[in-house]
């Protein structure tokens, strides 16, 4: 890691958190954290609510780039594995790391249209209902970038797995998509939590 080779970096750790750097300090992305909460057991229970949801897992092409990052832990599969634990059901398909195009989003908006939606009717022919990505640019660029045709809800993964933990969420969180979710909130039961 990075912040464990480099002092400089380490120098800039302190200065924006106002403390020492700590070497014995060990850094989790969310979704490792998640995993290790399955593996002791700390998620058990929790199944029901996500159940029978069918979920595209979308990792798009950042978590293998910039090529410095390559070295870190592939993350591939923990979407799955967090989703499956809380009830949901993951799809099979070849799109889960594909680029949306969020970098040519407003430079070359046919080029990220042209991606975006080849993406959708992917996770559309594999049966899914909702996709679940843990990029936030990604899920803008999904929603902003669909064509009507092949509109299918995104969901961040800490949304869905608010719904699933019954967090306190805002009553009208899910109506900032761009992309409604409401009925397929309905049909499975999630829309009573984000209404109440």
């Known amino acids: 890691m990075e912040l464990k080779d480099s002092k400089e970096k380490q120098k800039t750790y302190e200065t924006l958190f106002d403390k020492p750097y700590q070497k014995d300090i060990q850094l989790l992305p969310f979704f490792e954290l998640l995993v290790e909460m399955s593996n002791e057991g700390l998620l058990k229970g929790l199944g029901g609510k996500l159940k029978g949801l069918k979920i595209a897992p979308y990792y798009g092409c950042m978590l293998a780039r910039p090529p410095k990052m390559n070295k870190q832990k592939n993350h591939y599969g923990l979407i799955e594995k967090t989703m499956a634990s809380l009830g949901g059901e993951p799809v099979q398909w070849p799109f889960l790391s594909t ?98």
């Open 99 to 196: 680029c949306c195009g969020t970098f040519l989003s407003v430079s070359r908006p046919e080029i990220s249209t042209k991606l975006v939606n080849r993406i959708m009717q992917g996770a559309i022919k594999s049966g899914a209902e909702c996709i679940v990505t843990a990029c936030a640019m990604c899920h803008l660029n999904l929603e902003i970038r669909c064509r009507p045709e092949n509109q299918l809800p995104v969901f961040h993964f800490s949304e869905l797995l608010s719904l699933a933990l019954e967090g306190n969420g805002s009553k009208g969180w899910f109506k900032r998509h761009l992309i409604n979710p409401q009925s397929l909130m309905e049909k499975r039961h999630l829309i009573p939590f984000v209404q109440g």
